[in-house]
T-cell receptor, first 109, second 112 residues
Framework: QKEVEQNSGPLSVPEGAIASLNCTYSDRGSQSFFWYRQYSGKSPELIMFIYSNGDKEDGRFTAQLNKASQYVSLLIRDSQPSDSATYLCAAANAGKSTFGDGTTLTVKP | DAGVIQSPRHEVTEMGQEVTLRCKPISGHDYLFWYRQTMMRGLELLIYFNNNVPIDDSGMPEDRFSAKMPNASFSTLKIQPSEPRDSAVYFC??????????FGPGTRLTVL
């Protein structure tokens, strides 16, 4: 079992819809959680981070964390074609980040 | 700021050769990370530094890999000797607080 697991995808949603990306982690010592967006052939870009249980909102993005369930999610509202990318979930313990394999999202116009 | 700078952007070498990858972090960032990304294994942390000191190198695959950070503005990742299975994209990232990491454009390494 991988330490960080994500929906295998690919995930396809119509423009304007809500995209929901999910992630589970196995290391209970993980303290910080991150969502990175990676366009094809580019480097990962941090889009959200969350440290506490609950929701954190930033524009069209909402990250949700449930430490008891070891579950992290990312919601993208009003999805745009420019959101089409691979989304990487990461869990960090004492500075060491472990990444999931990513979920590829396609937003269709 | 120019962001994290990596060089070269592409490297093609033959098995057995030494490869040196370079990274300049964002000024003021005290943390520097080296990652490797492949289709098979995803994105893996190799090593990270804090204030030029290696903190965790448990991800370095074997003794053929070494990393140094002689000063706050420069780091190298060296592979000697290189093998075809080292072919990957190598990313350098820097951070001011350890967690929020800014990635460089990466070096695509091909070992023939």
């Amino acid at each position: 079992q991988k330490e960080v697991e994500q929906n295998s995808g690919p995930l396809s949603v119509p423009e304007g819809a809500i995209a929901s990306l999910n992630c589970t982690y196995s290391d209970r010592g993980s303290q910080s959680f991150f969502w990175y967006r990676q366009y094809s052939g580019k480097s990962p870009e941090l889009i959200m981070f969350i440290y506490s249980n609950g929701d954190k909102e930033d524009g069209r993005f909402t990250a949700q964390l449930n430490k008891a369930s070891q579950y992290v999610s990312l919601l993208i509202r009003d999805s745009q074609p420019s959101d089409s990318a691979t989304y990487l979930c990461a869990a960090a313990n004492a500075g060491k980040s472990t990444f999931g394999d990513g979920t590829t999202l396609t937003v269709k116009p | 700021d120019a962001g994290v700078i990596q060089s070269p952007r592409h490297e093609v070498t033959e098995m057995g050769q030494e490869v040196t990858l370079r990274c300049k972090p964002i000024s003021g960032h005290d943390y520097l990370f080296w990652y490797r990304q492949t289709m098979m294994r995803g994105l893996e942390l190799l090593i990270y530094f804090n204030n030029n000191v290696p903190i965790d190198d448990s991800g370095m695959p074997e003794d053929r890999f070494s990393a140094k950070m002689p000063n706050a503005s420069f780091s190298t990742l060296k592979i000697q000797p290189s093998e075809p299975r080292d072919s990957a994209v190598y990313f350098c990232a820097s951070s001011y607080n350890r967690d929020e990491q800014f990635f460089g454009p990466g070096t695509r390494l091909t070992v023939l």
